[in-house]
């Protein structure tokens, strides 16, 4: 029997807290039971008490002071602690089986860029301990209708796609930032976008300098190939917006238990 996961992912401050804290309300109306799993040695207490918290084995404050670290580098010193320490989670996820886990991850992207500890982490809940997992990348709406950091966001949630490489899905989250009926309309444009179309209407192909102009054109390529720029759209105080969401994840979790689990030697030949 495998379990099912949702690892809540997306830069510093996209909402994640909050809409980890939105899917346990949602949770807890149709009667499914949901937890969260703090992943953050930083974190601040939300609505929500932590079920699973990386602070009862490490805390960033301890690291920090201790070890004489930066924020930064203490943060990766707790993640490389608890890659050296898996079984205080194993032990702690230990009989949550028909349970719906939340992973609220931190937002230092380097933790999927630089150093592989996320990826290892998912590896192992994935490999190890049977996990059907669903990524969800936030980013923030006002932040995204821009479209030069549009294409910088894409690019970012693209990046902890390929390296975690769960399916996913993008959210756009604090929606209700969003004011005045321009930027309404400009959001729509976003939320499912055509990224040549966006290069030509909001003027990136006009980059005076023809190398800037050949490196807009490609980045736009590059998401437009990838074909998973399409955001949905997070009201936190919205349970449809929240149900949505997570009927998506319930069919890619879903989708994914439904198939045949393989041994890793069975996918591969061996000749004889
Ligand atoms: N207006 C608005 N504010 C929001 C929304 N969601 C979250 N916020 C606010 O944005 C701030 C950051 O929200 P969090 O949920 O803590 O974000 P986070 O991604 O968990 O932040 P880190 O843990 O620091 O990475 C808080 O002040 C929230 O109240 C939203 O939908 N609309």
Not at 211 to 232: E, H, P, S, T
């Amino acid at each position: 029997m495998s379990r099912v996961g949702v690892m809540v992912l997306g830069p510093a401050g996209a909402g994640k807290s909050t809409f980890c804290n939105s899917i346990i309300s949602h949770m807890q109306t149709v009667g499914r039971r949901a937890h969260i799993v703090n992943l953050d040695p930083a974190a601040e207490a939300t609505k929500y008490e932590f079920t699973i918290d990386i602070r009862d084995l490490i805390s960033l404050d301890d690291v920090m002071e201790e070890m004489d670290l930066g924020p930064n580098g203490a943060l990766i010193y707790c993640f490389e602690y608890l890659l050296k320490n898996l079984d205080w989670l194993d032990e702690e996820i230990g009989d949550f089986n028909d349970e719906y886990l939340i992973f609220d991850c931190p937002g230092q992207i380097e933790l999927y860029t630089h150093i592989p500890v996320l990826p290892n982490i998912v590896r192992h809940l994935t490999q190890q301990l049977n996990f059907n997992l669903c990524a969800t990348y936030l980013l923030e709406a006002p932040f995204v209708i821009d479209s030069s950091k549009f294409f910088s966001g894409a690019l970012s949630a693209m990046s902890a796609m390929i390296l975690l490489e769960l399916p996913h899905i993008n959210v756009l989250s604090k929606l209700d930032l969003i004011k005045g009926d321009i930027n309404k309309k400009k959001l729509k444009r976003f939320l499912n976008p055509d990224a040549m179309l966006l290069m030509e209407t909001e003027g990136m192909n006009q980059a005076s300098n023809p190398k800037f102009l050949r490196l807009n054109q490609c980045i736009a390529n590059l998401v437009d190939d990838f074909g998973m720029v399409q955001f949905l759209p997070l009201e936190s105080n919205n349970p449809d917006s929240i149900e949505t969401i997570l009927s998506y994840v319930d069919d890619i979790t879903q989708w994914a238990e439904g198939q045949e689990q393989k041994e890793p030697n069975d996918q591969i030949d061996v000749e004889e």
